[in-house]
């Protein structure tokens, strides 16, 4: 049972270029969020999901995008890469309450 | 909205001391408390899952009890070992309508336990 899978673990980026972060889960989750966690600093909620083809913002979705075609995938998009956005990039699934993180992107922009 | 709250930041303890850990949340309405552990660059591991209907919950030398009516929980650590060195965070999950499905994270406690 894999869990909760990103890819890649680590990337930098050029300013003003775009990627796309992966996260996968195996459990069936119909929830999905991405966090961001600056130095330091406790998790900032990105982007939620309460099923394939529901997304809504969190608290700082400037600059992100995102899809949810099926349960399984929940893909975070990077549009025009600012330095602002280094970080490091938790996917969750949660069940009954319950969360369930991958184990992280370290993303660099420079 | 609900906030959260750990104190103190940071903790250090010399090895074989008990860790207590506190946890804060402004709203008593929430569905469960969970505690997390993140070790330097890596991932949170869920430690343990407290539901609304609990008081505590108990894995190995790791206690967690809840109070709702108070806002906190808090995480016992008995007899602390240098492997217990990382940061602890905890993340409540609000009832309300307008905010279910958005857990509140604190900053986390940054736990040192000295050999």
């Known amino acids: 049972n894999a869990g909760v899978t990103q890819t890649p673990k680590f990337r930098i980026l050029k300013i003003g270029q775009s990627m796309t972060l992966q996260c996968t889960q195996d459990m069936n989750h119909n929830y999905m969020y991405w966090y961001r966690q600056d130095p330091g600093m406790g998790l900032k909620l990105i982007y939620y999901s309460v099923g394939a083809g529901i997304t809504d913002k969190g608290e700082v979705p400037n600059g992100y995008n995102v899809s949810r075609s099926t349960t399984e995938d929940f893909p975070l998009r990077l549009e025009l890469a600012a330095p602002s956005q280094t970080s490091v990039y938790f996917c969750a699934s949660s069940w009954d309450g319950e969360l369930f993180f991958g184990e992280g992107s370290r993303l660099t922009v420079l | 909205k609900q906030e959260v709250t750990q104190i103190p930041a940071a903790l250090s303890v010399p090895e074989g001391e008990n860790l207590v850990l506190n946890c804060s949340f402004t709203?008593?309405?929430?569905?469960?408390l969970q505690w997390f552990r993140q070790d330097p660059g890596k991932g949170l591991t869920s430690l343990l899952l407290?539901?609304?209907?609990?008081r505590e919950q108990t894995s190995g030398r790791l206690n967690a009890s809840l109070d709702k009516s108070s806002g906190r929980s808090t995480l016992y650590i008995a007899a602390s070992q240098p492997g217990d060195s990382a940061t602890y965070l905890c993340a409540a999950l609000p009832m309300t309508t307008d905010s279910w499905g958005k857990f509140q994270f604190g900053a986390g406690t940054q736990v040192v336990v000295t050999p």
């Open positions: 709203d008593s309405a929430i569905y469960n």
């Open positions: 407290i539901q609304s209907s609990q």
